[in-house]
């Protein structure tokens, strides 16, 4: 988006240097990716990535003061209610659309949130693999850096590693996910076993002895990596070996409850300038009259899942009045073609800013971001089919 920068990549840019790209991160996993990757990374805009960092610190700030908190745990089922949830999560995203304001500055509005993890080690391998393409690239000879909070790499991997594997042996961490091969981020298990050596592991196989947890070959569980998606947990009808209300000897990272607290649950509860309107439906008194200015969202789902950007009023009274507390009602955000590609047409952007916080840290802390590119109606990929320059990306600033 940085104009300095973008119109030196998109002037060499070729195919070449994007099949480049691809080989060059997909050698560095020994893995394929079953998502797309975009042509580009998105350069930061100083004053985009300013507003961005102060919008993302401060819904964090929010989100953690005690009385918010105190009204956002009341989206805990008690089926899934873990004991031992901690002050705060170790792993939060803040996700923006650059949008443009009135004046044409980019501005970034609130998308959701989660307390839950992101890709944290793949970003930095993709981030790895953009430094050495653009290191070819004349004008772009420069150190990149994807990081926040006065990090570097080896700083951020030292937070990352005290974040994910804490005082542990990482051979007694597991990455626990739902069948991990499977996974369309197993590349992100790949890199987290690379720079971490933390294992991806599904569920159903780990081992439960009295309150302790042991892998299939007999290792102690200490420390659970938590990626577990409950929306696939629940749709899948997976039985597991432990049941999460029970108490066991085994830390989380992040505790399983802020799934559910830090979500799109939490939108109502913020009041920011980069935060949409949200409603629950189970507290909304009347259906406005142009819902063209809206979107209709479950407040629980991954990658778009069930979100409705055309809702009409047959499809907000269809949602069952026992289910309306668990969607809302969120003014519409119009996303910016803000970054040109290289053939002149514009291409939409999000932003996850990523937060990490060790189990001794007082709070969480911005350390990376991911960029999603679209043309599509929404970010998913099932919505951006046969299109260039979209998918997974990486926002970067020069630091020299």
């Not at 399983?256 to 607290?261: G, I, L, S």
Request: proline share 8%; net charge negative.
């Amino acid at each position: 988006m940085d104009p300095r920068f973008r119109a030196l990549f998109n002037r060499q840019f070729s195919e070449a240097i994007y099949n480049r790209y691809q080989r060059d991160l997909s050698g560095r996993l020994n893995q394929q990716f079953d998502f797309r990757l975009a042509e580009s990374p998105a350069f930061l805009p100083d004053d985009f990535k300013a507003r961005a960092v102060t919008a993302a610190t401060e819904i964090i700030e929010q989100l953690s003061e005690p009385a918010r908190l105190e009204q956002m745990r009341r989206a805990i089922p008690d089926r899934w209610n873990t004991p031992g949830m901690d002050g705060l999560p170790n792993f939060a995203q803040v996700d923006f659309a650059v949008t443009r304001d009135a004046d044409g500055t980019l501005a970034p509005k609130l998308i959701e949130l989660q307390g839950f993890p992101s890709l944290t080690a793949l970003q930095v391998i993709q981030r790895d693999a953009w430094y050495d393409v653009l290191q070819s690239m004349e004008g772009l000879d420069r150190w990149w850096s994807c990081w926040f909070s006065g990090l570097d790499r080896d700083r951020f991997l030292d937070l990352a590693r005290r974040t994910i594997v804490g005082n542990h042996d990482p051979a007694e961490v597991v990455l626990m996910d739902i069948d991990p091969p499977h996974q369309k981020t197993s590349t992100d298990f790949t890199a987290t076993k690379i720079l971490f050596d933390v294992d991806a592991v599904d569920p159903t196989s780990l081992v439960l002895r009295g309150k302790d947890l042991f892998r299939s070959n007999g290792t102690s569980v200490r420390r659970i990596y938590n990626r577990v998606v409950f929306d696939e947990l629940i749709r899948k009808n997976i039985r597991l070996p432990f049941d999460y209300r029970k108490d066991l000897n085994v830390e989380w990272a992040p505790h399983p409850n802020w799934y559910w607290v830090w979500s799109k649950f939490s939108l109502p509860f913020l009041d920011h300038p980069a935060v949409p309107r949200a409603t629950f439906l189970s507290e909304l008194n009347r259906v406005p009259e142009n819902l063209s200015n809206y979107v209709l969202k479950p407040l629980f789902s991954f990658a778009g899942g069930g979100v409705n950007v055309d809702p009409t009023p047959e499809d907000i009274n269809a949602v069952p009045y026992a289910e309306r507390s668990g969607w809302c009602l969120q003014e519409k955000i119009e996303y910016d073609p803000a970054l040109p590609a290289a053939d002149g047409s514009g291409v939409k952007v999000e932003i996850r800013m990523m937060f990490l916080r060790p189990d001794d840290g007082p709070k969480p802390i911005l350390a990376q971001n991911l960029v999603r590119l679209s043309r599509g109606r929404m970010l998913g990929v099932d919505f951006n089919k046969n299109f260039t320059w979209v998918g997974s990306s990486i926002g970067l600033s020069p630091t020299s």
